[in-house]
């Protein structure tokens, strides 16, 4: 299984970005899927999940800006993020709990990071 992130780049402070990240390989179910993201110095941190039902969760300096969806039959994953701050200058990273089995054994996998950089 691989999880391929893409989306990230600079842009400016108040600006919007999309990232996506797309599952593949022998799939036959993916449960949570979700970003993370780590900024220099520190650690990697939960940015925003949805689980297979689309309930969300967020992190709280993201709310209301940052806004988590997937595409189940795509097995992809999308991050829109928008009123970017400095402070969300970080790699971002896509995760997923995937059945490759097809009897409910899930493992964690992890998309290489795509770097978001707000800067004006």
């Known amino acids: 299984v691989q999880l391929q992130a893409s989306g990230g780049g600079l842009v400016q402070p108040g600006g919007s970005l999309r990232l996506s990240c797309t599952a593949s390989g022998s799939i036959f179910s993916i449960k949570s899927m979700g970003w993370y993201r780590q900024a220099p110095g520190k650690q990697r941190e939960l940015v925003a999940s949805?689980?297979?039902?689309?309930?969300?969760n967020y992190a709280d300096s993201v709310k209301g800006r940052f806004t988590i969806s997937r595409d189940n039959a795509k097995n992809t994953v999308y991050l829109q993020m928008d009123s970017l701050k400095p402070e969300d200058t970080a790699v971002y990273y896509c995760n997923g709990d995937v059945d490759t089995t097809r009897w409910g054994l899930y493992s964690n996998y992890w998309g290489q990071g795509t770097l978001v950089t707000v800067s004006s």
């Open positions: 949805i689980t297979s039902g689309r309930q969300t």
